[in-house]
């Protein structure tokens, strides 16, 4: 009797140990899926569908509790394909899409090269670069040769290149003083001159015709000249490198790199407040520039202040000579919204004076209008001369059918019809 109990207390036990294991596995398939999806992929590459056998072969290589008895087939014919697949991605120049089917058939130094035909076709790319890197650092760990070993069986043996990390760690350093170097060529001082001269030439009174077709000209010119936006050119290549250096891993290369591309913030904030703050809008541009730097909170929100109140004062200075427009964009640089409003109300009455003469002749001919319909005797008149006018266009329009008419049978006459 109690080697029964003790035979049921063991089979209790063990029962339930299995239940723990079985309920603590994390498993993606199971036996029965795996061998499903193995069964579909041979039948999708008898049929000549490759691509679907091939992705079915990836997935019947799933993690499952108990041993996955196609892993290994599945990988040897995943290597087969994805070489297969991946080659004619790649002869196409379709190099991300080379890369994954290599990475998901084992073929990893196949993946490899496309990942650096990739890279090499965008250099100015700092996310693909990072991925690259990882990817590389990755193939050195222990822990890639273990988790990948049935796939790298059945491909074959694979050696990580050094030398391909470190080509790609040189990435930053090119790529930021390519996008600084880029940027130096965008940016020009003819470019700003000609941008404020734009800017200058807008007339406060919309009654000077002359003016404003001067202006829209000249506007005209500009975009002919120039038909880019050199200023967002000029920024997305000075956020490429800052972008750059946010990408490194090296403390001391991502201080030098941000320092680079600091300067040339500053650089074009001093050319823009200095040069050529004649145009409200470059002094917006200027702040642009330092809210995408990395400078500390407090410089950068001093620097930005900075040029608002240089705005400010501009703003009274074109206020002064009743540059009112003018005015009022540069007090919307500044932050200070009742100034520019006042500027525009006082550019709107500056303009109804001006035009205060034509609304008095426009009156006066209306009055005149009124006091004409109002009389019979005009009013009776005027439909006279209006009958009158009328029956003489009527006669002038028979006169020349008549003609018309005359030169047709002439015509006729000569041609015999």
């Known amino acids: 009797m109690k080697t029964m109990m003790l035979r049921a207390a063991l089979a209790c036990s063990l029962l339930a140990a299995a239940s723990s294991s079985f309920a603590d596995c994390a498993a993606d398939a199971t036996v029965a899926d795996v061998q499903r999806l193995y069964a579909a992929a041979q039948k999708f590459e008898l049929e000549g569908r490759d691509d679907r056998a091939f992705h079915a072969y990836v997935t019947a290589q799933q993690y499952t509790c108990d041993a996955n008895p196609v892993a290994v087939p599945a990988a040897q014919r995943g290597a087969v394909l994805g070489l297969a697949l991946g080659s004619e991605a790649e002869k196409n120049g379709a190099f991300d899409r080379a890369f994954a ?3 998901e058939a084992g073929q990893y130094a196949a993946a490899d090269r496309a990942l650096m035909s990739l890279l090499r076709t965008r250099p100015d790319d700092p996310s693909l670069f990072e991925r690259a890197r990882r990817t590389l650092e990755d193939r050195s760990s222990g822990a890639f ?3 990948n070993k049935v796939r790298m069986q059945a491909a074959g043996s694979y050696t990580p290149n050094p030398k391909l990390l470190v080509e790609v760690l040189k990435m930053p350093a090119i790529g930021i003083q390519r996008a600084l170097e880029k940027e130096s060529g965008i940016l020009n001082d003819d470019y ?43 920024r997305a290549a000075i956020d490429l490198a800052r972008s750059w250096a946010t990408v490194v891993n090296d403390a001391a290369q991502r201080v030098k790199f941000e320092a680079q ?64 427009t003018l005015a009022a964009d540069y007090y919307e640089v500044a932050g200070q919204d009742r100034k520019a409003d006042a500027a525009r109300e006082r ?19 209306a009055e005149q209008l009124r006091a004409a319909y109002s009389d019979p005797a005009k009013v009776q008149a005027m439909r006279e001369q209006a009958l009158a006018a009328k029956k003489s266009l009527e006669q ?21 019809i």
């Open 261 to 324: 591309y600091r300067q040339r913030i500053e650089q074009r904030v001093a050319l823009l407040t200095k040069n050529f703050n004649g145009a409200p809008a470059l002094l917006e541009t200027a702040t642009d520039y330092l809210r995408s730097s990395s400078f500390e909170a407090k410089d950068r929100d001093d620097r930005i202040v900075a040029v608002r109140n240089l705005a400010a004062r501009l703003g009274d200075t074109a206020t002064a000579k009743q540059r009112f």
């Open 347 to 365: 550019m709107q009455q500056l303009a109804m004076s001006r035009m205060q003469p034509q609304i008095q002749q426009m009156q006066q001919q």
């Open 192 to 234: 700003l001159s000609d941008y404020v001269r734009v800017v200058q030439a807008r007339p406060d009174d919309p009654t000077d015709a002359a003016a404003v077709q001067a202006a829209a000209s000249l506007q005209q010119l500009f975009v002919q000249k120039w038909p880019g936006d050199l200023l967002k050119e000029s």
């Open 101 to 103: 089917i290599y990475e």
């Open 145 to 147: 040769a273990d988790n």
């Open 396 to 416: 002038q329009q028979l006169a020349a059918k008549q003609v018309t008419a005359k030169k047709t049978d002439d015509l006729s006459k000569e041609l015999g």
